[in-house]
């Protein structure tokens, strides 16, 4: 092929093809993903909250109403183009201590240990009034000033 016939099928292929590279799955993976390796390295009712971080790492988030338990949450997720993220996988370990900070177990959680949360539709009384957009945008009419600064 000579560089005429190369130059005409770049040409050809490449607007072709470029549209569709935004089309391409895009799998990520979130959070702390733990290793077996170092799931192993963990023996309940003999180490320490410092020894669980130096292995493990920081916590994704620890337990609201007690901080006896730590969890490491992970995630693959999936995106099409411009459709939104959907995830299809999802990992959590909860770490449990006791009173004195031992560690005393893990737990394996994934996607079918989850529960739907219904958010409340309620909203909280507010005092005033709202104002439309014609109302705030005459209301501020009165409150613009040209005059600049005054000088001595």
């Not at 895009?26 to 909250?49: C, H, I, S, W, Y």
């Not at 007690?66 to 299809?88: K, L, V």
């Not at 507010?126 to 005059?147: D, H, P």
Request: include cysteine; proline fraction near 6%.
């Amino acid at each position: 092929m000579n560089t005429k016939s190369i130059a005409f099928l770049a040409a050809l292929v490449l607007p072709l093809t470029l549209p569709l590279a935004g089309c391409i799955k895009d799998v990520e993976q979130r959070g702390n993903f733990l290793k077996p390796e170092m799931l192993a390295q963990l023996a309940p009712g003999e180490q320490t909250r410092q020894d669980v971080e130096a292995i493990l790492g920081t916590p994704s988030t620890t337990a609201v109403f007690d901080g006896d338990t730590w969890y490491y949450i992970s995630a693959h997720t999936t995106q099409y183009a411009f459709y939104p993220n959907h995830e299809f996988d999802r990992t959590i370990y909860a770490v449990n201590f006791d009173e004195r900070g031992i560690l005393k177990g893990v737990r394996k959680l994934d996607i079918e240990d989850g529960r739907t949360v219904t958010i409340a539709a309620r909203e909280t009384p507010t005092k005033g009034r709202e104002y439309s957009f014609l109302e705030q945008l005459v209301g501020n009419l009165g409150r613009i000033t040209t005059a600049g600064p005054k000088r001595p």
